[in-house]
C-alpha cells in the first residue's frame, strides 16, 4: 500500500505529526510526505520519500477571499500530488482550511483520510466556554460538512483531535473516526531538581495569539524578582508589539532573557524543563497545545486560558492553573504563585508525570496503524 501525506502548513508543530504519521505507517506502507521545506528537511533521518512544497502555506489576510483562494490553491496541490504519486491512500494532515471547498470538487481517485483539529460545537456544555452568535453558526457549519464528508465515496477515516468531538463524530451513520491526541515527544529532558527551577517561560511561534501584551498587563506593575524567558521565533507582524511588551516587563521589575529565533528542538524543551512554570496562550483559545505536553515532559506546571479544550485539560489533569484571559488580576496571581514560590512544581508534578506519560505511550501509533488496516504495533 502506497500512502500520500499532505500538509502545506509550516512552522508550529507541523513537522512532529507528519513525522508521527510517517514513522507510524511502516512497516506496512510505502510512505510518500508532500510538504513544506522546513517539514521535508526534519524527515530526512526516517528516511521516507518527500516532496517539498517550498515555503508552504501562506498566511491569510483578514478578508473571507483570501481563505478561499489559499483553500482552493491547495486543493489543486493536493490533486496535483495524488496524479504524480497515485497512492492507494492519502492523508490530510490539517484539514480543517480545505474542509469546505473539499467538498465542492469530485471525490479523489484514492481512498481519503482526513485529521480535524477545530470543533467548538461542544465548548459551552463540556468546556463551559461561551461561542459568540458567528462562532457558534461557523461551528454547526463545521458539524454539517463533517457529515457530508462522511457521504463521499472516497471517505475512509475521520481523525479527530478533540476527544469529545471525536466521541460524538464516531456516532454518525458511515463513521470511521478515530480519537488521535499529541503525537508522542522525540525527546524528553532531563529531569529538574525542584530547587534548580527558576522563573517562567513563555515559548512556541511568538504572534498576537500568545497574548503575551495580556500578560505584560497583568503583571505590570510591580513584576520584581520574577524571571522571563521568552523562546522562539516571532511572527514580522507581531515584532514590533512584542518590543513594547518586553519593554513593559522590564519597566514592571522583571528580569527577561529573549531567544527571538527558532531554537533547536532539544534545546527548547530543556529550557521548558529548567522553569517553575510555562505560559500557555492567552490571546486565541486553540484545540489543543503540544507545549503543555512539553512542559509535563519537563515536569513544569502551568498557567494557561481558562477558555477551550486546554483549559479543559489543564483542570481535568491537575497540570497547573487556568484563569480567564480578561482578568489580568487572576493571571497575575496564578504566575507569581507558580513563578515564585519554590515548592510550586512540588505540587503538580505527579499529575505532569501521568499526562506526559500517557501521552508519550504511543496512542498516536496504534490507532494510526488501525485506520489503515495495517497490522500490529
Known amino acids: 500500500m502506497k500512502v500520500l ?54 498566511r491569510p489576510s483578514a478578508a473571507e477571499g483570501s481563505k478561499a483562494g489559499l483553500a482552493e490553491a491547495e486543493l489543486d496541490l493536493i490533486e496535483a500530488n495524488v496524479r504524480r504519486v497515485k497512492p492507494d491512500h492519502l492523508v490530510l494532515l490539517w484539514a480543517d482550511p480545505v474542509l469546505r471547498w473539499l467538498l465542492k470538487r469530485p471525490p479523489l481517485p484514492t481512498a481519503v483520510s482526513i485529521y480535524l483539529f477545530f470543533a467548538q460545537l461542544h465548548y459551552p456544555r463540556v468546556y463551559k466556554t461561551r461561542l459568540p452568535p458567528r462562532e457558534r453558526a461557523g461551528a454547526l457549519f463545521k458539524e454539517a460538512n463533517v457529515i457530508r464528508w462522511m457521504r463521499r465515496p472516497d471517505a475512509h477515516a475521520l481523525f479527530g483531535f478533540d476527544p469529545i468531538a471525536a466521541q460524538r463524530w464516531s456516532r454518525y451513520p458511515r463513521a470511521n473516526t ?57 511572527a514580522p507582524e507581531y515584532q514590533a508589539q512584542l518590543q513594547e511588551d518586553i519593554a513593559l516587563f522590564r519597566a514592571a521589575g522583571a528580569e527577561v532573557e529573549t531567544r527571538l529565533e527558532r531554537l533547536p528542538y532539544e534545546e527548547a524543551l530543556d529550557r521548558l524543563a529548567a522553569a517553575r512554570v510555562a505560559l500557555l496562550a492567552f490571546g486565541w483559545a486553540p484545540p489543543g497545545s503540544r507545549v503543555l505536553l512539553e512542559a509535563a515532559s519537563g ?79
Open 5 to 58: 501525506l499532505f500538509d502545506w502548513n509550516r512552522g508550529g508543530h507541523h513537522a512532529e505529526f507528519a513525522k508521527t504519521f510517517a514513522t507510524a505507517l511502516r512497516p506496512g506502507a510505502d510512505v510518500v510526505v508532500a510538504a513544506p521545506e522546513q517539514t521535508v528537511e526534519s524527515l530526512a533521518d526516517t528516511g521516507v520519500e518527500t516532496i517539498s512544497l517550498g515555503e508552504g502555506r501562506p
Open 299 to 377: 515536569g513544569t506546571p502551568v498557567v494557561g486560558s481558562s477558555q477551550g479544550a486546554v483549559g479543559h485539560l489543564i483542570r481535568e489533569h491537575g497540570l497547573g492553573l487556568t484563569v480567564h484571559p480578561d482578568d489580568a488580576a487572576s493571571m497575575r496571581a496564578a504566575i507569581l504563585e507558580l513563578a515564585l514560590d519554590p515548592d510550586a512544581p512540588r505540587r503538580y508534578a505527579e499529575n505532569l508525570r501521568r499526562y506526559a506519560d500517557k501521552l508519550n505511550a504511543n496512542q498516536a501509533r496504534r490507532e494510526i496503524r488501525r485506520a489503515l488496516g495495517l497490522a500490529g504495533e
Open 178 to 234: 478515530y480519537y488521535l491526541p499529541e503525537p508522542p515527544l522525540n525527546y524528553r529532558p532531563e529531569p529538574r531538581k525542584i530547587e534548580e527551577k527558576q522563573g517562567c517561560v513563555v515559548f512556541g511561534y511568538l504572534d498576537a495569539r500568545k497574548g503575551i501584551d495580556r500578560v505584560a498587563q497583568a503583571l505590570s506593575p510591580g513584576a520584581e524578582g520574577l524571571r522571563l524567558q521568552l523562546n522562539g521565533e516571532a
